[in-house]
């Protein structure tokens, strides 16, 4: 005696694509570079061009300019410790 009392999803047979291009031709489009106006705006905070990215981009850029200061005070500092007129 079998209790199974599932149902069997109906299928259905409409599915939506959504039009990421805005009406665009999409071979327009298709080259090496992303061409302007053929991509989608930022959505989610991850997405290309989104806060996320842009504030990693800004990061990098603080952190390089730090390596650089860095380096050049111990550049600095090296060439007083070997100069003998001081």
Known sequence: MS???TQ???PTTETTIPDLLNGKDYSACIGLYQK???GTKPV????RGG???LAVFGILIAAMAIIGI???R???ARDRALDPTD
């Open 44 to 47: 989610l905070s991850g997405d």
């Open 70 to 72: 860095r380096i050049a």
């Open 3 to 5: 209790t199974d009392t």
């Open 74 to 76: 111990s550049v600095r």
């Open 36 to 38: 302007p106006g053929c």
């Open 8 to 10: 069997p999803i109906a």
């Open 51 to 53: 806060p996320m990215q």
